[in-house]
Nanobody, 123 residues
């Protein structure tokens, strides 16, 4: 069973930066695809950044392109989300998730492992 633990959220002024991290209990390369999601109160959960761990390929939601960067440290089994130029609309609970073995990164239902979330508030 894979466990994901996020940390590094917080409160920051508009224009500031945060760098949440997600530590996996399994080697990140074995998780093949990891994604940061966020959910604001009253809104649907949104995928914001994805990394294919074997290739390092990344993908971003239009709302965060140019401001957020997802990266990994395989030695530490950690995935990061560098968030710059933060806006009030970036406020929400941020979760990292990984696809289950054999899953498809393009299928939301295949994200079988989830962390508990870390709160980001931009004021």
């Amino acid at each position: 069973h894979v466990q994901l633990v996020e940390s590094g959220g917080g409160s920051v002024e508009v224009g500031g930066s945060l760098r949440p991290s997600c530590v996996a209990s399994a080697h990140s390369f074995s998780l093949r695809c990891m994604r940061w999601f966020r959910q604001a109160p009253g809104k649907e959960r949104e995928g914001v950044a994805t990394i294919t761990t074997g290739t390092g390929n990344t993908d971003y939601a239009d709302s965060v392109k140019g401001r957020f960067t997802i990266s990994q440290d395989g030695a530490e089994n950690t995935v990061y989300l560098q968030m710059n130029s933060l806006k009030p609309e970036d406020t929400g609970m941020y979760y990292c998730a990984a696809i289950r073995p054999g899953g498809n990164c393009g299928s939301l239902g295949d994200f079988g492992y989830w962390g508990q979330g870390t709160q980001v508030t931009v004021f």
